[in-house]
């Protein structure tokens, strides 16, 4: 065989093979970054109505009261589903601190109730305003 064709042969083998690790490497690592950009997760920022609610034992002992006078009303005492008594006894404290705080995104089966702290302050402040 001719050294020339040797030679050529040669080169097509080595362009070959940088094709193919040129290839692999934009798959690896070409490819890789400009699909996390598309596929990156942003935080989601949970945004509600905030109220101030300060853990007094006045503040507690307000919301126990209200909270055990409604558990023991007759529309909320007859739901056995936990998720759906608590809704009752939320709505029976404060309907207008419950439509405010929970309507537009209802507590779910599991989740951890963020907003209660707001909803207390909102029941006191409201509480409060009907006491003057």
Known sequence: MPEESVNSTREFRCHKLRTKLILIYLIIFGFRSANSEMYETKPVVFQFPEYHY???SKNELTWREAESNCEITNECEQILE?????????KCISPSC?????????LERGEIDVRLNSFKGCFIQENASHLN
């Open 54 to 56: 300060k853990e007094t």
């Open 82 to 90: 936990s998720l759906q008594k608590l809704e009752c006894i939320r």
């Open 98 to 106: 419950y439509h405010e705080i929970y309507a537009f995104d209802e």
